[in-house]
């Protein structure tokens, strides 16, 4: 046998045994070795700054000296900010040293931003501030807290607090809504929406704040706008000085309201929108949501919506672009530097982070997208900036995907920097072509990616993974689970638990029989990692479906645990009925 054949046996091989192994056993063969793996237009460069980062990454904030400040996705106590140095001047960070965040309470959060000679950054609950010294990477002054969140919180769904500055000392902070559509009881499917909706007394909107003053509550800050479900995304527009954001909107609209929704139409809905944002600004939650697909707001079905009915919904503020349901635009950064073409100038970029519950069809965005302004306005159609993060395509499950693009900021050179969430890597990007004469060419091998699977609007048939191999353990998994759990049982490493290995599934089978019975709400620990989200009950389905999804899920994914009967989950009911 010579050694071309031999070689090209082995790779056919090779192709075979990944073409029947689950996506996530390939998710780390590289796709393009260019560009620390992005895709980028004509013209533009990236280089790794770090590889990986202890604690991984959310937003992200350069200095004027090109120091990096870090908002880690874990923290230890004290260690909440990671703060990076490039020595050599080769790109690369050399330095690497941690700091911040008293520890007391929830570490996970979102925001990293520099005003004024001061780095903020925030945990769930807290937003704290250093003064920096010129030439030290490390902060010398005390950690001053600027905001406490002092809402009791039994659960950290959409509360983590993003930041923003204008140019008058005011800083924005969301207050996140922990519901789809302020149900009544969010445990309980097809429970009805509260009208007036108390959650936006002090939730589901944004709050304005003095960014100098200390010791700030909710209560000594302006609400500046509501109807906001959830907001991850948001910066200040210095070229016409407006707030902007991208809300997150509502999930579940198959396993909540199967009669009005389809499993195509609740991968695309609802939109999320990119709204800009003034004093007063209503954008409709919970009462309505907007379908980009229709063009239009609608209700929604907690408030007597069908996915076509409109009732009073356009008198709510209308996005200026409405992207897919999911795509979960987790950060937005104006571009005022000068190193890229004149085109870029203004515009907005956007890290999209990848949606978690679109099955049965694949995952979709995990991207960096552009939208380019003119005179305040959208001048274009969104476009595709950096892909390639994923590193797979179709995205089934969100643990497949390699990176997920999570913080956006800007160099003092005009460069961007871009921070991942699974692995803590981080890119800068350059534009290294003629500026003058940046043609429309450049564009064209990026505008083709939008016809992959992991961003182009899915084809109702051809695209169900559900197609023609329905998962075993039926439709149940498939409608009610897979959404949050994913196909493969692995949740998404940050607000839904996986299943397989945990002794919430493989252990006391009342126990789990109840979670479906009754919901699960509250703070819970699975395979050592802390979740606080809330699951819905399910108390609708029948004896024999939650014997036959129970035993699906004690007997796939790794696990290897006995079934549950209908006779042992009729025991259950009853014994739970009695007790009303």
Known sequence: MNKRYLKYLLTVLTCCALGFTQHSARKDQPVNTKNGGLFLPAGFEAVVVVDSLPGRARHIAVNDNGDIYVKARFANT?????????????????????????????????????????????SELVVYRYKLTPGDLIPQSKEEVILTDDHPHGMHEHIAKPITFDDKGNMYVPFGANSNACQEDNRIPGSPGMTPCPILEDHG??????????????????????????????????????????QHGRDDLLRLWPQFYDGWESAMLPSEEFLRIKEGTHAGWPYCYWDQMQGKKVLNPEYGGDGKKEGDCAQYEKPLIGFPGHWAPNDLLFYQGNQFPERYKNGSFIAFHGSTNRAPYPQSSYFIGFVPFKNGQPAGEYEIFADGFAGIDPIVNVSDAVYRPMGIAMGPDGSIYIAETEK?????????????????????????RKSMSHIRTPDQTKDNLDKD???????????????????????????FPPLGGADWVTGDKERLIKVLLQGLEGPIEVKGQSYNNVMPQHSFLKDEEISEVLTHIRSNFGNSASEVTTEEVAGVRAALDSLK
């Not at 020595?87 to 931003?113: C, H, L, Q, S, W």
Request: hydrophobic share 35%; aromatic share 12%.
């Open 78 to 122: 004290g260690e909440s900010v990671i703060a990076l140095r490039d020595t050599n001047g080769d790109g690369r960070a050399d330095i690497i040293k941690r700091f911040g965040g008293v520890g007391r309470e929830r570490a996970y959060g979102t925001a990293m931003r520099i005003y004024k000679g001061y780095l903020y950054f925030s």
């Open 205 to 246: 909107g944004i709050w304005k704040f003095d960014a100098n003053k200390t010791g700030q509550l909710q209560k000594d800050g302006v609400k500046f706008a509501t109807g906001l479900r959830s907001i991850v995304g948001m910066d200040w527009n210095f070229a016409d000085n407006n707030l902007y954001a991208l």
């Open 424 to 448: 803590g890597k981080i890119w800068k990007i350059t534009y290294t072509g003629d500026k003058k004469k940046f043609p429309k060419k450049a564009l064209a091998g990026m505008e083709k």
């Open 469 to 495: 191999k329905p998962i075993a353990g039926g439709n149940v998994y498939s409608i009610y689970c897979s959404a949050c759990h994913q196909r493969n049982g692995m949740g998404d490493s940050q607000r």
